[in-house]
């Protein structure tokens, strides 16, 4: 199941890149030749870009059977798989990635990479600045989702991979799968963008900013620069609250109601939970969901790869929105979830509608789900069918 | 048009509430007698409690035209009438309440108090302890819904209303509504709850409880204790974080698409607004938001209202809500907005059905509107179509 790569210590003249790749654990390194720094949508560039991937299956002969699975916002690369060091939970996609799977890895070589500007080994801004050592920290540039797929276009020259039978991700990941057909359109055959958008809303920019606001306020954050404190001594507070605004959008009313309705979270209460300081069931969700991110996601990273989110709008700087999405061509399964209130199904109905014309196997589907935005993660049954009956047609069309 | 109160100075025997009436510019005082004092839900009691409340219109010899006027969260009793001391804006709803309007004053005594614990003048947090003259702070007892409409009860007591025409809010004022009908039902002859629940749903206290968290995390916020501050030196980021994430819920994404869609909100950028502090107009307007609450609300108030409002919940202590509802025997007109996602539609029709049975002239009408939640303050035609449709059949039913 581990990739064994070919090209690990070769330079790829395509692209200037150079693989320097190793693995520690599970993972795979891959970094960018220092001669060809990284250009960034802000005009910044980057030098040693490490992007760490996962694969999974082999690379068949004519290296068309890639795809590629992009994560979301606080995702990483262990897409699928057991818990290992580094990865203390099971793959995020288990039961959608895998032998026999939907996205069968018996029969696919999967690719998933760590985000640009994240925190799980690729370049980001807890990763150490060439001149000085020190984490960047707010020196790290603004990156944008493009800048995310064009690193990952460099990853793919070096695996060799010129063309991914398909690209898939929800979310954020969705938001990359279309940078990725709009940014290459020759080097992607399919796509499956999940519960995302064309262009960020005014309403989930705004949550992101809120939580963006929080996290600033903490004076544990201290401009970014905390990275020398003791453990303790992060911007936690800020984090979780950051993070307990996005979950309330990831889940919906309904199923808030069902899972802790008015429930009280602890047991020894004095006149029924009537203090400014008692907690709903519901708060102790928060927390638990606050809590787990700080010990595993970095305060800036949050930050940048949340801005990115903001930014993400195809139409940017190629003539608007509808422009931007005639370059997509290629077979497109969107994928949207009928509970969702941060990228509501009204949203890939209109990416649907904007690409629906382009290919004969384009379809839409909407899930059934009381899940809200986090279906794309936990309805795995019906998203496997989807994606699926999706690369089945896709099979029997080129046969 | 101003009330002239022939209780003022006068002890109301039935209550044991002395009416230490008197006006400050347009605004009357009115403040319990010490000799009982104000026991609250919480088992805590206060001394020397005070309600601020203004009055339109004058009440009729046999005191059966009087209307209560109940505010919501960051409200206050101006509901009608120009800017003025005080009240740097005109009536929050001006077009509902007024002469010749709905709720027309020529015709009907309408009564709207600062809600206990809030900063408008009413005892709250910011009110002076009676032990020590320094602001109660965190010192001030959780307040519930039933705490504030239990004092509003003596202040009718004191006014010489023994019964309201009608009770009439939205939000938090809805829920006040609720708790009139439930708490004194021979005290109400009909009423008119807008946009809110019969028990704050898991996913409004999520949204309350985090807006409290950020506020509780600002260091200025003092544990509560930042009165002798410097004006600069109050909570002031939290506060309006908190309400950032309020002002998201009170709207809809759509109305955000059409007001800001992804403008950006300054002009002088570099690189597209790709910049980690680059700004967009939503997050001018919630700064905007943010920063006109700061200036004329309390931070612990905030606090108190928000936790008054996860408590409420008319079933408590009740044997559940449908016993609590059954008691509801009067006219009922309940009014939805179909884009409210903070206080959804579902929750008037639950409401309602609850209700439905128990009086003919019951019924439930939906607003159609792009505004949200905040429809129930500038929806000010439709709502006032509905209240004067229903007040009018309450006349016509009683003639």
Request: proline share 5%; charged share 20%; with cysteine.
């Amino acid at each position: 199941m581990r990739n064994t790569n070919q090209h690990t210590g070769t330079p790829y003249a395509a692209t200037g890149a150079w693989l320097q790749g190793h693995e520690v654990g599970h993972r795979s390194f891959f970094t960018f030749a220092i001669q060809r720094p990284f250009t960034l949508d802000s005009g910044a560039s980057l030098r040693d870009v490490t992007l760490v991937y996962e694969t999974w299956g082999t690379l068949n002969e004519d290296q068309s059977n890639a795809i590629l699975i992009c994560h979301a916002w606080t995702g990483d690369s262990h897409v699928a798989g057991e818990a290992e060091q580094g990865h203390p939970t099971p793959g995020w996609w288990e039961g959608v990635v895998g032998p026999g799977q939907a996205v069968d890895t018996n029969k696919y070589f999967v690719v998933c990479s760590n985000v640009l500007g994240g925190c799980q080994g690729s370049t980001g801004p807890t990763s150490p600045h060439p001149d000085d050592g020190a984490p960047y920290a707010l020196r790290f540039p603004a990156v944008t989702i493009r800048d995310m797929v064009r690193a990952q276009a460099w990853l793919a020259d070096s695996l060799g991979i010129n063309t991914w039978h398909s690209v898939i991700g929800g979310s954020m990941g969705g938001m990359q799968v279309l940078e990725w057909a709009i940014t290459y359109p020759l080097r992607v055959k399919s796509i499956v963008p999940i519960a995302t958008c064309i262009e960020s809303s005014a309403q989930q920019i705004a949550w992101g900013a809120i939580g963006r606001r929080a996290l600033l306020m903490d004076p544990l954050w201290n401009n970014g620069d905390y990275y020398s404190a003791a453990p303790d001594q992060g911007p936690w507070h800020g984090l979780a609250i950051a993070r307990m605004i996005a979950q309330v959008t990831f889940r919906t009313d309904n199923r808030f109601n069902e899972k802790f309705g008015r429930e009280l979270c602890d047991t020894n209460f004095h006149s029924d939970g009537v203090d400014l300081f008692d907690r709903f069931e519901v708060e102790n969700y928060l927390d638990y969901h606050g809590d787990k991110l700080i010990r595993r996601f970095d305060a800036n990273s949050y930050l940048y790869i949340g801005k990115a989110m903001d930014l993400h709008d195809v139409g940017r700087g190629r003539g608007g929105v509808s422009r931007a999405m005639s370059r997509i061509t290629v077979p497109t399964l969107t994928i949207g979830i009928d509970s969702d209130i941060l990228y509501p199904a009204y949203q890939q109905e209109l990416l649907h509608e904007s690409v629906r014309q382009n290919h004969p196997l384009t379809r839409y589907v909407q899930i059934s789900s009381p899940e809200g935005h986090d279906g794309f993660l936990i309805e795995t049954a019906k998203i496997s069918t989807e994606i699926s009956n999706f690369l089945f047609a896709l099979e029997e069309a080129s046969s």
